[in-house]
């Protein structure tokens, strides 16, 4: 299955829950370890074209398209520069990413689920590698100061020791009673009112199902079954690969929320998560807003958006809004 195709047909999952595409995995450039060849480079880079990213992320729109402002390669520079990252080639044409000054511009945060499914995946990837080569100037080996290689898909140092990007994996996960409810919580930092899925990171040693059952009975003191992955979404604040899942829980368990880290947990049914989601509308913030959560190292703080995708649970009709065929940011 293509890139193209993946990024058009919805996941179909074991425990019967059906949900978007997540809107940072819609890209569909051809991201082939054989257009990195340098020879190819060389030749292809007339025809290129260059994403200039700031160093905030920030990026320029067409005016009047909602695409993304690129610009021919030989205008930036007779071959690639030092630090351009190849995101792909989109049509038979390369696509890479500086960095550069940028007014007026919107970051990925913001922009998203608004992008088209190509351009939304380049700039996911230039966010990524970006953020990745401006953390990792030094090998993490001998120290030594390293450059990048491999088309900005790997840095070196003088002792020939390669670094690759890292991702650090991450759960995000819905629990459900197998009926019409889930469970929300929320941080102690985050206002009143906001309300996410349990998320957390993956330990070392430990598998995506295992940190599931272990992250929701930390934060909450519910033990689940049943884990059944939804799908997966890159979320480059600053290296987190989010993964989906759906686990039940007993009907109306006790939620115990952890100190310092929950500061409450409620189940909510179908009604209840409804009436939020018409309060949010009436008050004048689109839901859909909720795709762009404050700056955060920690996967919750982006889980909010998930309540917003689109979810049916087994053997039901949709949750109300839920069914909008508009891409969210739903990790």
């Given at each position: 299955?293509?890139?193209?195709?993946?990024?058009?047909?919805?996941?179909?999952?074991?425990?019967?829950?059906?949900?978007?595409?997540?809107?940072?995995?819609?890209?569909?450039?051809?991201?082939?370890?054989?257009?990195?060849?340098?020879?190819?480079?060389?030749?292809?880079?007339?025809?290129?074209?260059?994403?200039?990213?700031?160093?905030?992320?920030?990026?320029?729109?067409?005016?009047?398209?909602?695409?993304?402002?690129?610009?021919?390669?030989?205008?930036?520079?007779?071959?690639?520069?030092?630090?351009?990252?190849?995101?792909?080639?989109?049509?038979?044409?390369?696509?890479?990413?500086?960095?550069?000054?940028?007014?007026?511009?919107?970051?990925?945060?913001q922009l998203g689920a608004l992008l088209p499914d190509t351009d939304a995946g380049l700039l996911t990837t230039a966010t990524a590698?970006?953020?990745?080569?401006?953390?990792?100037?030094?090998?993490?080996?001998?120290?030594?100061?390293?450059?990048?290689?491999?088309?900005?898909?790997?840095?070196?140092?003088?002792?020939?020791?390669?670094?690759?990007?890292?991702?650090?994996?991450?759960?995000?996960?819905?629990?459900?009673?197998?009926?019409?409810?889930?469970?929300?919580?929320?941080?102690?930092?985050?206002?009143?009112?906001?309300?996410?899925?349990?998320?957390?990171?993956?330990?070392?040693?430990?598998?995506?199902?295992?940190?599931?059952?272990?992250?929701?009975?930390?934060?909450?003191?519910?033990?689940?079954?049943?884990?059944?992955?939804?799908?997966?979404?890159?979320?480059?604040?600053?290296?987190?690969?989010?993964?989906?899942?759906?686990?039940?829980?007993?009907?109306?368990?006790?939620?115990?929320?952890?100190?310092?880290?929950?500061?409450?947990?409620?189940?909510?049914?179908?009604?209840?998560?409804?009436?939020?989601?018409?309060?949010?509308?009436?008050?004048?913030?689109?839901?859909?807003?909720?795709?762009?959560?404050?700056?955060?190292?920690?996967?919750?703080?982006?889980?909010?958006?998930?309540?917003?995708s689109a979810i049916r649970t087994p053997g039901s009709k949709a949750i109300g809004p839920f069914t909008s065929s508009k891409p969210?940011?739903?990790?």
């Open positions: 299955m293509t890139a193209r195709q993946l990024s058009s047909a919805p996941p179909a999952t074991p425990a019967g829950f059906v949900i978007g595409i997540p809107a940072l995995s819609r890209g569909n450039a051809d991201r082939s370890e054989d257009l990195r060849e340098p020879t190819r480079i060389g030749q292809e880079w007339m025809r290129a074209r260059v994403l200039t990213v700031a160093g905030n992320g920030t990026v320029r729109l067409e005016p009047g398209t909602g695409r993304l402002h690129t610009t021919d390669a030989l205008a930036v520079a007779d071959q690639p520069p030092s630090g351009a990252v190849l995101l792909g080639a989109v049509d038979g044409v390369d696509h890479w990413a500086v960095r550069g000054e940028v007014l007026d511009g919107a970051g990925l945060r590698l970006l953020t990745w080569h401006a953390a990792a100037g030094f090998c993490p080996r001998c120290g030594l100061p390293s450059t990048p290689t491999t088309a900005g898909w790997s840095r070196i140092c003088a002792r020939g020791h390669e670094e690759f990007p890292r991702t650090d994996p991450a759960v995000i996960v819905l629990v459900y009673d197998g009926a019409d409810s889930i469970v929300l919580a929320r941080q102690p930092i985050w206002p009143a009112g906001r309300v996410s899925v349990l998320a957390g990171f993956v330990e070392a040693g430990e598998s995506l199902e295992g940190t599931v059952v272990r992250e929701v009975l930390e934060e909450v003191g519910v033990h689940v079954t049943d884990v059944s992955y939804l799908g997966s979404q890159p979320w480059p604040f600053p290296r987190s690969l989010m993964v989906g899942f759906a686990a039940r829980a007993e009907p109306g368990a006790p939620l115990r929320p952890r100190p310092g880290e929950i500061e409450e947990a409620q189940w909510f049914d179908r009604a209840a998560v409804r009436a939020m989601i018409a309060a949010e509308n009436e008050a004048g913030t689109d839901v859909d807003r909720w795709a762009s959560p404050p700056a955060a190292s920690e996967p919750s703080a982006a889980a909010s958006a998930t309540v917003s969210r940011i739903w990790f």
